[in-house]
């Protein structure tokens, strides 16, 4: 699996190999999201020092489009909305009351200072895809090493759930998980949403690996079976549609490459056959009935999920119409089930508008040929996944959308 991979090269020195591998161990393990808050704090701390270090020592310009127009405006949102202290007027109290009153565990949230919520934020948008470019611009050997590491790691996770589903998981006190006393499963994640969002991201990365033959096409295979299962585990609604999506996309780039082959008809053939195997045995069906996404989710208050989700889906509605231009500041940044309504409830029309321009940049990258549609999957899994999720902030989204980044200037990479 770790094919052609050589861990040293005579081109860096063993400084930057020293802080690389603290960089990479902090990689690894902020993805293991159930470990206490404090120690999460440490591994983004070595990614922070890393990065910072390796900046001092390379300090070459990297152009993040988007990014400096997006925390300015959630800066400047920031300081409207503390000044007339928004979030806690008369009138966000009573929305909050309409709309969340027989749903008190549901609103998320954060009565942390705004500044503080912005800074972690801006620290997400700005240390991994600085660490990720930096490497990539040593040696493209160590940039393919943390991918697969990042892999690793997210796939641990998974296995994990699966150890949990059997009850072959050891009991920790300290790991901090929700949703497996329902039945839901979150491997090393503090919640099985968490997992679904770190294994769907992870897709178009081995994607990228297959492609790149660092790993071998079996693996993939491996890898997206193990994927699937954890993602099923997780019980997550979203995580399954947007995991079905993806294949549905790879599948339909794969048909699109080989199309003038005369052997397209045959393979499209044998997806049909496939497809078709699939409804007969009843696969879909079996989905429906064991997760969320069935019509019989009426047991085991699954309902109220659902309808704690469309209050908080009405909640970030009115707040965003409520205060159109600068929202409510960012104590909202993680409620609401929308990242779209999360940044519109937070910075306003402007921030969203700030936000779509992030987006746009990285799209319209110059990623390598070969690898476009990889790296774009990336971006388009993100905005997929917030349709009906929370992640927006977590600092380790912006490792996958990182790499994104990694392709701005390749005929610069040093290849060893």
């Not at 930057?16 to 902020?30: E, P, Q, W």
């Not at 591994?43 to 988007?66: C, D």
């Not at 790499?403 to 040093?414: K, M, Q």
Request: charged share 15%; aromatic share 16%; net charge positive.
């Amino acid at each position: 699996m770790l094919n052609r991979i050589k861990m040293n090269s005579p081109k860096v020195s063993s400084i930057d190999n020293l802080i690389f591998a603290v960089g990479l161990f902090g990689i690894c393990a902020v993805t293991w999201t159930c470990l206490s808050q404090a120690l999460n704090y440490f591994f983004i701390g070595m990614i922070v020092f890393s990065t910072y270090i390796l900046r001092l020592r390379h300090n070459k310009r990297i152009g993040f489009k988007g990014i400096n127009l997006l925390i300015f405006v959630a800066l400047l949102s920031t300081v409207v909305s503390t000044l007339f202290s928004l979030a806690s007027s008369n009138k966000v109290e009573a929305i909050r009351d309409s709309s969340l009153l027989s749903f008190p565990v549901v609103d998320s949230t954060d009565f942390s200072n705004p500044f503080i919520i912005v800074l972690k934020w801006a620290i997400s948008l700005y240390v991994l895809p600085t660490f990720i470019v930096t490497v990539r611009r040593l040696s493209s050997t160590k940039y393919n090493i943390m991918l697969i590491f990042w892999t690793l790691s997210v796939a641990l996770s998974a296995f994990s759930a699966i150890l949990q589903r059997f009850d072959l998981f050891p009991k920790v006190n300290f790991f901090n998980q929700s949703g497996i006393d329902s039945g839901r499963f979150a491997g090393l994640s503090n919640h099985p949403n968490t997992l679904a969002v770190l294994v769907c991201l992870t897709f178009p990365v081995i994607l990228i690996l297959n492609r790149s033959k660092f790993i071998k096409f079996r693996w993939l295979m491996v890898l997206g079976l193990l994927f699937e299962y954890a993602i099923f585990l997780s019980g997550s609604r979203n995580g399954i549609i947007c995991s079905v999506l993806i294949l549905i996309f790879v599948f339909t780039r794969r048909f699109e490459i080989s199309r003038r082959s005369r052997f397209s008809g045959p393979r499209l053939f044998v997806v049909i056959l496939f497809l078709f195997c699939v409804y007969l045995i009843g696969l879909v069906e079996f989905v429906l009935q064991n997760t969320r996404l069935g019509s019989s989710v009426g047991r085991s208050g699954y309902d109220e999920s659902t309808q704690g989700r469309l209050a908080l889906l009405e909640y970030g509605f009115q707040v965003s119409s409520s205060f159109p231009i600068t929202g409510i500041g960012p104590t909202v940044l993680k409620t609401f089930h929308n990242i779209y309504l999360q940044i519109a409830g937070s910075f306003g029309i402007i921030g969203l508008l700030a936000f779509f321009n992030y987006i746009r940049n990285l799209l319209r990258i110059d990623f390598s040929l070969n690898l476009k549609f990889e790296y774009r999957l990336i971006v388009y899994v993100f905005l997929i996944y917030g349709m009906l999720n929370n992640n927006l902030a977590d600092f380790y989204l912006y490792f996958p959308l990182g790499l994104c980044y990694a392709t701005l200037d390749d005929h610069r990479v040093r290849h060893d």
